[in-house]
């Protein structure tokens, strides 16, 4: 149990492209989902927390604007990267889980702007 | 700055010996958590460890925490080509296992 699928696993588009990554718990309802973002090579960094049906709360120095989270379901959560340039290429990683349990993660979408 | 340090950075062995990797960390921890990460996939859970244990085994897993050295190490017994994948530490503030902090993570190839 404790499934996540996270879609597409790869993504080539040009630069200002918005590109939509999505999040699913298959088998369990998330009531909390983050997001981390991870450069070759490197640690995950947190880049949001959501909950069900509120905002999401970002971390410092991540722009909530160009990072909309909506987490509109207890099984998904999406992440549309808005006005993708190439310095946001990189590894996208969701992750769900409820309470008191730990963190399941997806497998991670690349991200590669042009 | 992150919570969690991992060494070494990158760990080369042949298939059947033992891989130790070690994790510091800076504050007080509710629990500890190792995962591990295939190339440009996600990360799986291995193993929990909570502040007032000291080891845990799990398969041919074995975790240690140190709370008075803020210190943990995660050593794979008889390891396996299998094996080879990138292996993070990762530091949980609180019960509730949302807030984690990774560490960078240490690189381990098992040659066959």
């Known amino acids: 149990g404790a499934v996540v699928s996270q879609h597409p696993s790869r993504v080539i588009c040009k630069s200002g492209t918005s590109v939509k990554i999505e999040c699913r718990s298959l088998d369990f309802q998330a009531t909390t989902m983050f997001w981390y973002r991870q450069f070759p090579k490197q640690s995950l960094m947190l880049m949001a927390t959501s909950n069900e049906g509120s905002k999401a709360t970002y971390e410092q120095g991540v722009e909530k604007d160009k990072f909309l989270i909506n987490h509109a379901s207890l099984t998904l959560s999406t992440l549309t990267v808005t006005s993708a340039h190439p310095e946001d290429s990189s590894f996208y990683i969701c992750?769900?889980?409820?309470?008191?349990?730990?963190?399941?993660f997806g497998d991670g979408t690349r991200l590669s702007i042009l | 700055s992150q919570q969690g340090e991992e060494d070494p950075q990158a760990l080369s062995i042949q298939e059947g010996e033992n891989a130790t990797m070690n994790c510091s960390y800076k504050?007080?921890?509710?629990?500890l958590q190792w995962y591990r990460q295939n190339s440009g996939r996600g990360l799986v859970h291995l193993i929990l460890i909570r502040s007032n244990e000291r080891e845990k085994h799990s398969g041919r897993l074995r975790v240690t925490l140190d709370t008075s050295k803020k210190s943990s190490s995660l050593l794979i017994t008889a390891s396996r080509a299998a094996d080879t994948a990138s292996y993070f530490c990762a530091t949980d503030l609180t019960s509730g296992y949302s807030t984690l902090t990774f560490g960078k993570g240490t690189m381990l190839l098992v040659s066959p």
């Open positions: 992750s769900a889980k409820r309470p008191n349990q730990p963190q399941h």
């Open positions: 504050t007080s921890i509710n629990n």
